[in-house]
């Protein structure tokens, strides 16, 4: 069920323990120096600001879902972390967003998106499914930095189940 405890850790390929917290921290993907500093356009137009909504991506064959907010004041010219919430077993990105308040904890200066894991769980349990959704975090990771401006750093964090996959991918 949703009932357990909440973890973290820090993003995809950096060594880092969880976090009771919730949200997390340390590690970074990539090089960028993400001190948030305004250039040239880095990213595509938003399709809305704030909490945008249901979108895909389709990822190996396969459309899966998330939930996007992007800061009220998403500039093109200026670069974003990344954070992406994993909801717990029989859970969704929407359920997730509902329960913690990550986009307030942000101060409003990132980008999260709130994946859904097929079927509402996350699989690790079995290796080839695990790698179905450790590429659909890879990708959207990808997708998200490219278009709307990711500063290099990826933040996961997790609730239950989704805490126990965020230490996993």
């Known amino acids: 069920g949703a009932s357990g405890s909440s973890g973290a850790a820090s993003s995809s390929g950096a060594s880092g323990g969880g976090s009771s917290s919730g949200v997390g921290g340390g590690g970074a993907r990539g090089g960028a120096s993400g001190d948030g500093a305004v250039g040239e ?7 809305g600001l704030g909490f945008v909504g ?5 990822v190996g064959g396969a459309s899966r879902g998330y939930q996007l907010f992007l800061p009220p004041g998403y500039d093109q010219r200026q670069r974003y972390p990344v ?4 909801h717990g077993d029989g859970g969704s990105g ?11 904890a942000s101060g409003g200066a990132a980008i999260v998106a709130y994946p859904n894991g097929q079927g509402g769980t996350w699989q690790i349990d079995n290796y080839a499914a695990l790698m179905k959704d450790v590429a659909f975090v890879d990708a959207l990771a990808t997708e998200l930095t490219a278009s709307y401006c990711g500063d290099g750093r990826v933040f996961l964090a997790g609730f239950s189940k989704g805490a126990y996959f965020v230490n996993q991918a």
């Open 94 to 104: 929407a359920g997730v967003r509902a329960s913690f308040d990550i986009e307030g």
């Open 83 to 86: 954070i992406l919430v994993f």
């Open 41 to 47: 356009e880095c990213g595509i137009a938003a399709p």
């Open 54 to 58: 249901a979108q895909t991506l389709d």
